[in-house]
């Protein structure tokens, strides 16, 4: 089993899920143990993708609609500027904007996140009402900057996999 060297991600210690309108959408859950990190072995075209030996296999209308990144968030709580690549220097915070279609209260949400192909760290929230957003915040931490690399962020929706989204810090 391979993990991360301790520290490799030191600016992304801060994680937060919340809605645009409170906080108290979502009730943070204790994470199970994380997948073994190992290398990302990308399906054929078609296919689904592997990372860790697990088959990740999107279920269509699975309560996500789409997933955006973005540093700022517009007035109406949508993604403001969506991006797949951030800069570490001037970028302290990514928000995964998460489109909710017919969640409601005590629905789970997950995410599973890689760097660079390696399991990188998890987070779910239990909804606590409906909305039309959903946020995973992921700040750095005074003093760092978000860890350069290639990132994979796969979301969960009550265990069965519904989005997975691409993104990178240079």
Request: proline share 9%; net charge positive.
């Given at each position: 089993?391979?993990?991360?060297?301790?520290?490799?991600?030191?600016?992304?210690?801060?994680l937060?899920?919340?809605?645009?309108?409170?906080?108290?959408?979502?009730?943070?859950?204790?994470?199970g143990?994380?997948?073994?990190?190992?290398?990302?072995?990308?399906?054929?075209?078609?296919?689904?993708?592997?990372?860790?030996?697990?088959?990740f296999?999107?279920?269509p209308?699975?309560?996500i609609?789409?997933?955006?990144?973005?540093?700022?968030?517009a007035?109406?709580?949508?993604a403001?500027?969506?991006?797949?690549?951030?800069?570490?220097?001037?970028?302290?915070?990514?928000?995964?904007?998460?489109?909710?279609?017919?969640?409601?209260?005590?629905?789970?949400?997950?995410?599973?996140?890689?760097?660079?192909?390696?399991?990188a760290?998890?987070?779910?929230?239990?909804?606590?009402?409906?909305?039309?957003?959903f946020?995973?915040?992921?700040?750095?931490?005074?003093?760092?900057t978000?860890?350069?690399?290639?990132?994979?962020?796969?979301?969960?929706?009550?265990?069965?996999?519904?989005?997975?989204?691409?993104?990178?810090?240079?």
């Amino acid at each position: 089993m391979s993990s991360l060297p301790l520290g490799l991600l030191p600016g992304l210690l801060v994680l937060s899920a919340c809605n645009a309108s409170t906080a108290s959408l979502a009730r943070p859950s204790p994470s199970g143990p994380k997948p073994p990190g190992v290398s990302s072995r990308p399906g054929a075209p078609g296919t689904p993708a592997q990372v860790g030996g697990a088959t990740f296999s999107p279920v269509p209308g699975g309560g996500i609609a789409k997933v955006e990144l973005t540093a700022t968030l517009a007035p109406d709580g949508s993604a403001q500027s969506p991006s797949t690549t951030f800069d570490h220097t001037r970028d302290r915070k990514i928000i995964a904007v998460l489109t909710l279609s017919g969640l409601g209260p005590g629905t789970k949400v997950r995410f599973d996140r890689y760097l660079n192909g390696n399991h990188a760290d998890s987070k779910s929230a239990t909804l606590t009402k409906k909305g039309r957003f959903f946020y995973f915040n992921f700040t750095a931490r005074n003093g760092t900057t978000l860890a350069v690399g290639q990132y994979r962020l796969r979301f969960f929706v009550a265990d069965h996999a519904v989005q997975e989204v691409s993104y990178l810090v240079r």
